[in-house]
């Protein structure tokens, strides 16, 4: 079984609308992220958490709140989905040990119409 | 914040021709470095890690990286690519004293059988 689960895997909304996107972990890592990918600029961070009690936001948190449910869970919602919004949107978790390796979920590919 | 460049966006390689990536941070501080990889359609996963030590890294599937601390760079390297390491590779920096992690645009690598 997969470490990072996302869910869905795909979704196409449309403006407007509100998302949720969930992920899932077995890892037993404090420390979650969300992250979305656009091409050309690589990953850029959306919100992080470094355990339930504690939201943080990343360099591109507007237009996006999170929920840590649990050690285990971190979602993500648009609450107002825009066109720009189109991604591909990424969890990982980490273990906060020297190094901060993340380990990454597979993904949500998220259209805006 | 520490940013992160990657020089190349898109490499063309014959197979067994060699490969270097390039990755430059700017961040004064003590820093975690990586890169991982994006096969088509699938997570990020981890090729390989430097935190301390010996500041040339072996990875997996015969990559290495050298951190040269001088030249605030971290290139990936491996002497003779294959068709199968056709892929995304992202630089990763990670400030120790905030745990906070950049990501570069990303370099696609396209080999050609």
């Known amino acids: 079984d997969a470490d990072v689960t996302q869910t869905p895997r795909n979704r196409i909304t449309k403006t407007g609308k509100r998302i949720m996107l969930e992920c899932s972990q077995t890892k037993g890592h404090d420390r979650m992220y969300w992250y979305r990918q656009d091409p050309g600029l690589g990953l850029q961070l959306i919100y992080y958490s470094f355990d339930v009690k504690d939201i943080n936001k990343g360099e591109i948190s507007d237009g996006y709140s999170v929920s840590r449910q649990a050690q285990a869970k971190f979602s993500l919602s648009l609450e107002s989905a825009i066109p720009n919004q189109t991604a591909l949107y990424f969890c990982?978790?980490?273990?906060?040990?020297?190094?901060?390796?993340?380990?990454f979920g597979p993904g949500t590919r998220l259209t805006v119409l | 914040a520490q940013s992160v460049s990657q020089h190349n966006h898109h490499v063309i390689l014959s197979e067994a021709a060699s490969l270097e990536l390039g990755c430059n941070y700017s961040y004064g501080g003590t820093v975690n470095l990586f890169w991982y990889v994006q096969y088509p359609g699938q997570h990020l996963q981890l090729l390989l890690k430097y935190f301390s030590g010996d500041p040339l890294v072996k990875g997996i599937k015969g990559f290495e990286a050298e951190f040269i601390k001088s030249k605030f760079s971290f290139n990936l390297r491996k002497p003779s690519v294959q068709w199968s390491d056709t892929a995304e590779y992202f630089c990763a920096v990670n400030a120790r004293n905030n745990n906070d992690m950049r990501f570069g645009a990303g370099t696609r690598l396209t080999v050609k059988p």
């Open positions: 990982a978790t980490s273990d906060p040990g020297s190094t901060n390796e993340q380990f």
